[in-house]
């Protein structure tokens, strides 16, 4: 639960990803065309032709990774609390309806039609009791780390159908779109560097968490690289978080604007906005690789986001200028910014989301590492006491470019003080009973 790394992790992070941080740093401005692997490089060649279980075995070997996933597992394994900003869960931040509406029957039967076209051994594989800690053992990586669920790639086109079709009754239009997009971006990686046996539009698993009822909790997750989905329906609201949405690249043609197009844009126009005072409080680093980070600032997985796989506890204090600070219009942006992070969330249930993010306005902070006009990659963090979202732009995986570049992008989603997987709704469902 505390908010710094073990020793290692940063040492790592400080040799292998950001060689002469210390001097000035020209960070990747142009596409990722340019920053291609030839396909016979060793990064590419070496696992060539592997499933996902060889390449995660193949992964497994790797020292430094073996010491990050005990690291990781050591969180894992942590009793839930909640990201906090203090070490204190605050409580009363949640209320569920006094009469709250019963769970959308399309979505209910959506539930039961994957149930129902399973087997009785992936049936076994695919269900979890609401309160089974496995909630927590999703991840991001390209790699397998925890198996839970059913693999997408592993299961006939007619189940990913069933259980496509229930991730979309769960989810907004416009927030299923948004996903889609993300998986079949994983499939173009894994086109463009030609291990589509590693990476592809199925690299995910995917898992049921109690019994899909129109009164009682219930909820799914779907997890994999750059895609991950945590879904609760509790006492007439839905949770979508935590959520892990990211690409590498961030899109791939010319035809369709980048993955968070539009969230970058909103973003870049609150922080251009800001005065030269209100640069000096919102603004906490002049570039995402700034010499002046703190020891454990950068993580060699995470780099600059916080909220990331394993993250459930972390302390995280408020950074930047308080939202009491901005105008009008620079709060307006930021209910914006908001509210895009709140994209999968059905338009009903986004607009109450949004009352709770609204209820604590005065105590929201937003930070910036970086240029503001959009020049160079950037960092940014909305945080209040029910919300934690954040967007970070990476150095190169299976690109080559070794510094952070626009392209590849990681966006995180959270409710602090104990809502992640709808946990603070539960209990309140459960005393309600």
Do not use: C
């Amino acid at each position: 639960m505390e908010n710094t790394d073990n020793d290692h992790i940063d040492e790592y992070f400080s040799t292998a990803r950001v060689t002469g941080r210390q001097g000035a740093i020209e960070l990747p401005a142009d596409g990722y065309l340019n920053y291609l692997y030839d396909l016979d490089d060793p990064v590419l060649a070496g696992s060539r032709g592997m499933n996902y279980q060889e390449f995660a075995e193949d992964r497994y070997s790797a020292p430094f990774l073996q010491e990050l996933l005990t690291y990781w597992d050591s969180l894992y394994r942590e009793p839930f609390v909640g990201i906090t900003s203090d070490g204190v869960v605050r409580e009363g931040l949640y209320d569920l309806p006094a009469d709250g509406a019963p769970t959308d029957p399309e979505l209910v039967a959506a539930a039961e039609h994957v149930l129902a076209v399973l087997s009785p051994e992936e049936r076994e594989q695919f269900t979890y009791q609401l309160d089974a800690p496995e909630w927590r053992a999703w991840s991001n990586p390209e790699f397998v780390i925890y198996r839970v669920g059913l693999r997408l790639e592993d299961l006939s086109d007619s189940t990913v159908d069933a259980i496509l079709q229930l991730v979309r009754a769960s989810l907004s239009p416009e927030g299923y779109e948004r996903v889609s997009e993300a998986m079949a971006l994983n499939g173009f990686l894994g086109e463009l560097v030609d291990l589509p046996s590693v990476m592809n539009d199925r690299s995910y698993w995917v898992s049921l968490f109690g019994t899909p009822s129109a009164t009682e909790p219930w909820g799914w997750q779907l997890f994999g690289h750059h895609v991950a989905l945590n879904f609760v329906t509790v006492g007439g609201r839905h949770v979508v978080a935590p959520v892990f949405i990211g690409a590498e690249p961030a899109l791939s043609d010319g035809e369709r604007p980048p993955l968070f197009d539009a969230r970058e844009q909103i973003a870049i126009e609150l922080a251009e906005s800001l005065t030269e005072q209100q640069r000096e409080r919102a603004v906490i680093f002049d570039s995402v690789l700034d010499p002046s980070m703190p020891e454990g600032r950068l993580h060699p997985a995470d780099e600059r986001h916080v909220a990331g796989a394993f993250r459930d506890n972390r302390v995280v204090p408020y950074e930047g200028i308080p939202a009491s600070e901005l105008n009008d219009t620079q709060r307006a942006l930021l209910r914006a910014l908001a509210e895009d992070f709140f994209l999968l969330l059905s338009a009903p249930q986004r607009e109450v989301t949004l009352s709770d993010f609204d209820a604590h306005i005065d105590e929201t902070w937003f930070s910036w590492y970086g240029a503001t006009d959009g020049s160079q990659p950037f960092y940014f963090r909305i945080q209040s006491p029910v919300i934690l979202a954040e967007l970070d732009h990476h150095a190169g995986v299976w690109l080559n470019n070794r510094l952070p570049a626009r392209f590849h992008v990681h966006t995180t989603l959270r409710l602090p003080n104990g809502n992640d997987y709808g946990r603070a709704y539960i209990a309140e469902a459960n005393t309600q009973k």
